[in-house]
């Protein structure tokens, strides 16, 4: 079997190389030449790309990766210079998929935000201050906190589910699958009834997904709704910004979508189907890797006071 896994390393740093460039690029940019995006909107800007930089950054140390096997899928750490480190391995993967709830959380306020700057600006004063800022910050790190300690109290890896992945895995991996870092779900115990601990993540990151999901949704609906009533009020500079900040959070949405919701689900859902496969699923890590600087770009390229100064 073709060993994927060992690309996924060059990625990783790519990842980190480009995502430092992009996303510092866009932090001076911001700070010191763009003009018309200021207050809290500002400082969103630059969080999500310190955000995308922390994010890739982490990818080095946790080294995630995935497989599926048949009824069991397993996401563990490649890491080979802390391999000592074997709980704190584990934890920094639980943090690595925290990451993306945080940045979907991020996405979700910022519809809401760009939302009330159409419909009620003075509203938008609740995300100015320390109070604010905590409360904007807060909320995502709240939601990437759950589905971590979710992750990790949910895909815990018990007997059962290591000796079932244990041939396929040293086969593939040639390693130990007792001392990897490791979260293992088995929706199905060997008399097929249902190991509720495993499907509790499943469950519950799924409605976590779908929450931010749904404000986003809403929100961009009627934002769109709004634009065409009130950016009437709105100078045409101002006017052209409002819309240029909707297309980019759509598509700054989209992004992470297509680059890891949507291959995530085959992954994610397939053991409860108990498809006959053993396959290196961790692909995915490479595709998300590419995440924080293609965002970046996206922001870049639709914003046009940020091309105009390029």
Known sequence: MPRFYELSDSFTKLGVFTASFFNFSLIYLTLFHIKQIGGTYKY???VLALTGVAFSSWELIARPFTHN?????ILFSLN???ENSEWFLQFSVAIYAGFYLFILAFFAEQFIFRYLSLVDPIKTKLFGGVGGAIGWIGYPLVCGGIYSVLLMWSGDPDEYA???LREPFAEVY?????????????PYAADDSFRWRNLSFMMGGGFLLTGQYFI?????VRMHSAMRKELG???VPNRRLQKQFFRALIVQTLVPTCLF????????????FNFEVNIQTGGIMALLSMYPPIDTFVFVMIVSEYRKTI
Do not use: K, Q
């Open 69 to 73: 096997y048949n009824h069991a899928f």
């Open 174 to 186: 040639a390693m130990d699958i007792s001392h990897t870092p490791r979260f293992i779900f088995t």
């Open 233 to 235: 009020n709105f100078s």
């Open 44 to 46: 969103m800007v630059m």
């Open 162 to 164: 290591d000796e079932y």
């Open 80 to 82: 080979t210079w802390m």
């Open 216 to 220: 986003i949704m809403l929100c961009g």
């Open 261 to 272: 919701v949507v291959p995530a689900l085959p992954i994610l859902l397939g053991p409860l």
